[in-house]
Nanobody
Framework: QVQLVESGGGLVQAGGSLRLSCAAS??????????MGWFRQAPGKEREFVAT????????YYADSVKGRFTIFRDNAKNTVYLQMNSLNPEDTAVYYC???????????????????WGKGTLVTVSS
């Protein structure tokens, strides 16, 4: 079982940066046994994949829309995964969700149904 709590969202101007954090409380197995990911949902749109990271943090995948601007990384000793977001633009405005996958691999594109546990999300608003 995993409980995920996101933080770090807020209001930022276009071109700015934010770092999101997702703290995990785990039982029965270690945090490092989960593939972790970030998704987002903009107003009126479906939830979409943003980034994912393998269990040991060695490999990452990104949506084309954020590649080169966002970085996902994890600290397994702190049971935390992060999303560093740079060069933000208004199209990045969304609720950002952290998610965990108990079995299976990280893939270049993750679907919502690939993930087993979800946080409640944190709102990121980018003003123009």
């Amino acid at each position: 079982q995993v409980q995920l709590v996101e933080s770090g969202g807020g209001l930022v101007q276009a071109g700015g940066s934010l770092r999101l954090s997702c703290a995990a409380s785990v039982s029965g197995r270690t945090f490092s046994s989960y593939v972790m990911g970030w998704f987002r949902q903009a107003p009126g749109k479906e939830r979409e994949f943003v980034a994912t990271i393998t269990r040991n943090g060695g490999t990452t995948y990104y949506a084309d829309s954020v590649k080169g601007r966002f970085t996902i990384f994890r600290d397994n000793a702190k049971n935390t995964v992060y999303l560093q977001m740079n060069s933000l633009n208004p199209e990045d405005t969304a609720v950002y969700y952290c998610a965990a996958r108990a079995s299976g691999q990280a893939m270049s594109v993750m679907r919502s149904y690939d993930m087993d546990y979800w946080g409640k999300g944190t709102l990121v608003t980018v003003s123009s």
